[in-house]
């Protein structure tokens, strides 16, 4: 498992390799991601059961300990969140806005159609790494980067998060290394 010291020198690797690659909309991703680990991806896939979500779980609770998201943020600055109608309600009602003020000033449609925020990085990300909106949040937002539920069924996605997430990164790393 990755320890804390580990988890640090990943970061300042993830960092360091930011300066040589730069992705079409501007945000700096590292080079050295699983996102086309075609080996891992076919790996993956053939182990897809309850077996590999427990694993997945069990491993981002691990992962997770020695990880402070504050410190990296990648998420927020690099991939908009979707955002369901009840985070619609939840928000702009925090926000003292109407939800059609609210679609209309923070929310756009994705290629897939579903309601993403209009901008990256994210609008409430402070310069800190928090969340302005940490405590209504929406939930995509929350249980990004989704490795500890059904895992299994999203694959690719978490393949394509390990540009973004050095959790992501180590989560899929770990179940690379105790799959057969």
Not at 40 to 52: E, G, I, M, P, V
Request: positive net charge; glycine residues 2%; hydrophobic residues 35%.
């Amino acid at each position: 498992m990755i320890s804390k010291l580990a988890y640090l020198r990943s970061l300042e690797h993830f960092k360091m390799l930011k300066q040589y690659q730069v992705m079409k909309n501007g945000i700096e991703t590292p080079s050295n991601t699983h996102k086309n680990d075609r080996k891992l991806r076919k790996k993956l896939y053939k182990h897809r059961s309850k077996a590999l979500d427990r694993l997945a779980a069990e491993v981002h609770q691990t992962v997770f300990e020695a990880i402070d998201c504050l410190q990296c943020a990648g998420c927020c600055k690099g991939i908009p969140a979707m955002v369901n109608s009840s985070d619609v309600q939840r928000i702009a009602s925090k926000l003292d806005l109407s939800e059609d003020q609210f679609y209309a000033q923070y929310l756009q449609k994705d290629e897939d159609g579903d309601w993403v925020f209009k901008q990256t990085p994210c609008i409430f990300l402070l310069d800190d790494n928090r969340c302005s909106i940490y405590a209504f949040r929406p939930k995509a937002c929350r249980t990004y980067p989704h490795t500890d539920h059904q895992f299994s069924k999203n694959i690719d996605y978490h393949l394509e998060n390990s540009q973004y997430c050095p959790a992501s990164f180590h989560i899929l790393a770990e179940i690379k290394g105790r799959l057969p």
